[in-house]
């Protein structure tokens, strides 16, 4: 294998586990801010109980738009393995066990 693909692999692997991390994370804020929202409006003497309701639509929107995301990039990550064994021979028995069960559960991209 020559330099300049393990290189290329190591970038990879790298960029792939942050964009695999930092969606995870933005979740997670998300979801931390949804229930921020909803605790203070619950919590509040005084808030009607629709008070912030587009707020929470909204928040739940971006919610769903960050899964959506996360299923893309755990698709590109199949993507890079079938690339990477296809140029290099590849067999990556380094990606995430995980990975490959949940990429297996989605949808086919279209």
Same mark, same amino acid.
């Given at each position: 294998?020559?330099? @300049?693909?393990?290189? +290329? ?8 586990? +942050?964009? @695999?991390?930092?969606?995870?994370? +933005?979740? !997670?804020?998300?979801?931390?801010? #949804?229930t921020?929202?909803?605790t203070?409006?619950?919590? !509040?003497? %005084?808030?009607? &109980?629709t008070?912030?309701? *587009? #707020? ?10 960050? =899964? ?12 890079? =393995?079938?690339? %990477?064994?296809? #140029? &290099? ?11 490959? *069960? =949940?990429? @297996?559960?989605?949808?086919? *991209?279209?």
């Open positions: 294998m020559s330099k @300049e693909i393990s290189f +290329a692999a190591a970038r990879l692997e790298r960029d792939v586990a +942050a964009a @695999e991390g930092r969606v995870d994370d +933005a979740l !997670i804020a998300v979801s931390s801010l #949804t921020s929202v909803v203070a409006r619950r919590d !509040i003497i %005084g808030v009607p &109980a008070s912030g309701h *587009a #707020t929470i639509r909204r928040l739940a929107k971006a919610q769903m738009a960050l =899964v959506d995301v996360s299923g893309d990039i755990l698709r590109v990550h199949g993507d890079l =393995v079938q690339i %990477g064994r296809e #140029t &290099a021979g590849y067999d990556l028995h380094e990606c995430p066990a995980i990975a490959g *069960a =949940v990429s @297996e559960h989605l949808p086919a *991209a279209a």
